[in-house]
């Protein structure tokens, strides 16, 4: 079994509180991605709520962003639209990476061997290595592997970091 796993495609992180031209710039190939894939499709979503500000991640990233039931909070549209298409399910998380994700595909591992997981999305810095890492530890002996060309950071710079270190880690990169 082959799995895509589309990380936090979120107004915000698009082009909203936290956007960037490179997260708007990966919108169609991410779509492309999704349409074509052949295997199960699963998204997770950033949730927070109103007291965000007051939380460990709200004070060191001061950016009300994601708040659940907000249009910032909704994945993009077009990129909802093909995630019902394949008919994802989608996971939401209140940290970086999500625990019930990990816990899920191990459990699923268990049922059917898992050939590839692969994740897509924003940010590659924050978001997408800390579920690319958390994967990695609950199944050591599956490929991960990440499509940069469906993926953007914070910065550019963050971007390439967060590649490299997943390459560190034995997480297969494609550029």
Partial sequence: MKILIVVD????????????????????AVIAKIKSYDGLVIATRDTHQENYLSTQEGRNLPVKHCIENTFGWKIREEIYKALKEKNAEIFNKITFGSRELALY??????????????????????????????????????????????????????????????????IEVEE
């Fill in 105 to 170: 595909l191990a459990d699923k591992a268990k049922q059917d061997a898992i050939e590839e997981i692969e994740l897509i999305g924003l940010c590659t810095d924050i978001c997408v290595i800390s579920n690319a890492m958390l994967i990695k530890a609950f199944l050591p002996e599956v490929k991960i592997k990440v499509d940069a060309a469906c993926c953007a950071g914070v910065t550019v710079e963050s971007h390439n970091n967060a590649l490299s270190a997943m390459k560190m880690c034995q």
């Fill in 9 to 28: 495609m979120q107004n915000d992180f698009i082009d909203g509180a936290l956007g960037t031209a490179e997260a708007v710039e990966i919108v169609p």
